[in-house]
């Protein structure tokens, strides 16, 4: 049975692995957006610096939360998850040149790959959270 602390600490597990999600949803609408205008480029790139400045806010969260001891090895791996967030949507973010009026899609499939596997990680970490948080 979950003592309160437990409890409280997997409802915020829960609300940072909803915004993740959410975010990635934003960023994946970005990255099929294939229009070349310099105002859809601009959008994108703004996107993507939004997008790494709200993940930045989950991890600026989740390392202000205490873990309860059972999580804590979880807890230092889904901070590394949100890591991989943040790193493939700053390859992107740089993938997007307004200068040129290009897009490097090689930034942009190798920083989109970094972020579905931090999406993965995130994803199975909150669920193996649960999980433990749930047999304690």
């Known amino acids: 049975m979950m003592n309160q602390e437990e409890s409280l600490y997997g409802q915020k597990i829960n609300e940072i692995a909803q915004r993740l999600h959410q975010?990635?949803?934003?960023v994946e609408s970005i990255i099929n957006d294939k229009e070349m205008?310099?105002?859809?480029?601009?959008?994108?790139?703004l996107g993507y610096m939004m997008a790494v400045n709200?993940?930045?806010?989950?991890?600026?969260?989740?390392?202000?939360?205490?873990?309860?001891?059972?999580?804590?090895?979880?807890?230092?791996d889904f901070m590394a998850a949100i890591q991989m967030f943040i790193a493939g949507t700053e390859l992107m973010y740089r993938g997007v040149c307004l200068c040129s009026f290009t897009?490097?899609?090689?930034?942009?499939?190798?920083?989109?790959?970094?972020?579905?596997q931090g999406k993965i990680h995130a994803e199975w970490l909150a669920e193996a959270i649960a999980k433990k948080l749930a047999t304690s």
Do not use: F, M, W
């Not at 975010?23 to 934003?26: A, R």
């Not at 873990?67 to 090895?73: I, L, T």
């Not at 899609?105 to 972020?115: N, Q, R």
């Open 23 to 26: 975010i990635s949803k934003d």
């Open 103 to 116: 897009i490097n899609e090689e930034l942009i499939k190798e920083g989109g790959a970094l972020e579905q």
């Open 54 to 76: 709200n993940y930045k806010k989950c991890r600026s969260e989740l390392s202000k939360i205490n873990p309860p001891v059972s999580v804590q090895q979880e807890h230092a």
């Open 37 to 45: 205008s310099l105002q859809t480029l601009r959008k994108n790139n």
